[in-house]
Each structure stands twice: as structure tokens, then as C-alpha cells.
């Protein structure tokens, strides 16, 4: 079963201020480059930067989830999409790494819908229409990724963005290896039969093990 570690490092004020501090650094600065541009999108709003701690032009692995969470937003969180966040997604995808011996340094991490949806207290599933809307942003997340070698996607929603990319870009997206996996966050592991629960943590789990295994193999090549 899955033990949560619970020191989330964006409590840290210092930390915090570290990752606010580096997001011009030139690894990450085309990816918050092209969020500052994304925000002026007409009629989609504002998106989290991508948190320094993260390889950025060096990183080999895309992940991929839905949608900006609440903890990525300015105002009740850090402002930034990181693994560090104060929310259980971004805690478990830490503890998935560290178990997996993936470094942070190897990710960057992006939403089939890039924009933040949320009402505060009420939590929406981006459209067809949406996810058709961060096929283009995903596309120029990869041309910032020269090392790209895996693209993991997390829930269905990932998923079927990324098909939808695949539709739209088949060239691209057949140059990379990837890892379809369940969402990290805690609505994944509600069901109500913990043999289904603990079979989620597991493929999460084995995910992780081979990403390791491909970084590993690419390393050795």
C-alpha cells in the first residue's frame, strides 16, 4: 500500500521563492516563454509557469495529465505546475519518482487542456473542443524537447488528447515511446473494491519501474 510522505517542499518559503526566482533560467525559459503567450490566447485565460526544478531543454520524459489543478494557481498555490505542490497528485507523482530512482531533473510537465478551468469548489472534465485547443501548445512543448525520448500520459483525459495529437501530427508522435498510466490524483483510487485500488497503484507502479528501464537502456545506448 502507498505510504504518502507528507513535507511538501513548496511549503517551504525558501524553496518557493527559489523556483519563482528561476523561471527565466535557460533551461526552462522557452517552455514559461511560451506560457506567457499562451495566457494571451483569446478566450482561454491564464496557465501555471513549469517550476525550474524540472530538465526543461535536457528533460528526456513528457508527462502528461489533464488539466492545471487548483495548488498550480497563484493565488491558493504556488503558481506553478511542480511535483512539489501542496496536493496529492503532485505528492504522489514525487513519491513515484523517487521509488522509480526517475530524477525530477529528467521531466517536464504539461496538461492535454494547458489553461486553468476550475471554479473554485467544483471540478470540470476539458471538452473535445478543449483538448482539440492544447493539441497545437503540446505540439510546441515537444519542438522545446530535443532529448525527448518518452511521453507518459496520466488518466484518460491524457490520453485522449494525445490521440487526438497522434491524429493531427502522426510523424511526431510515432518518434517517441509511450507510457498510457492511470491520474495520480486521489479521485483515481475511489473506487470501492481495494483489489481495484491497489491494481491502479500497482500499474502507476510498474509505469514508473519502466520508464526507469527505457532512461536506463537510452543511457547505456
Known amino acids: 500500500m502507498r505510504k504518502p510522505t507528507p513535507y511538501r517542499k513548496m511549503s517551504d518559503s525558501a524553496f518557493r521563492a527559489a523556483q519563482h526566482a528561476g523561471v527565466r533560467l535557460p533551461h526552462i525559459a522557452p517552455f514559461n516563454a511560451l506560457v506567457d503567450e499562451l495566457r494571451t490566447e483569446a478566450n482561454r485565460g491564464w496557465m501555471p509557469y513549469i517550476a525550474p526544478v524540472y530538465g526543461g531543454v535536457k528533460a528526456r520524459v513528457l508527462s502528461v495529465l489533464r488539466d492545471p489543478g487548483p495548488k498550480t494557481q497563484d493565488d491558493d498555490g504556488s503558481g506553478m505546475l511542480c511535483c512539489e505542490n501542496d496536493d496529492d497528485a503532485a505528492q504522489y507523482m514525487s513519491e513515484l519518482l523517487a521509488a522509480a530512482g526517475v530524477p525530477v ?8 487542456y494547458p489553461w486553468y478551468m476550475h471554479v ?11 483538448l ?14 530535443p532529448d525527448l525520448r518518452v ?3 496520466h488518466g484518460g483525459t491524457a490520453h485522449d488528447g494525445w490521440d487526438r495529437f497522434e491524429k493531427r501530427h502522426q510523424s511526431i508522435a510515432t518518434q517517441y515511446r509511450v507510457l498510457r498510466t492511470y491520474h495520480t490524483a486521489r479521485t483515481t483510487f475511489r473506487h470501492r473494491d481495494p483489489a481495484v485500488r491497489e491494481s491502479r497503484h500497482q500499474h502507476l507502479r510498474d509505469t514508473f519501474a519502466e520508464l526507469a528501464t527505457v ?3 537510452d543511457d547505456a545506448a
Open 215 to 217: 532512461l536506463c537502456r
Open 105 to 112: 531533473a529528467e521531466l517536464v510537465p504539461w496538461n492535454a
Open 120 to 130: 473554485r469548489g467544483t471540478s470540470k472534465v476539458p471538452s473535445a473542443a478543449q
Open 151 to 153: 511521453v507518459i500520459l
Open 132 to 145: 482539440d485547443a492544447g493539441v497545437e501548445p503540446l505540439r510546441r512543448i515537444i519542438e522545446l524537447m
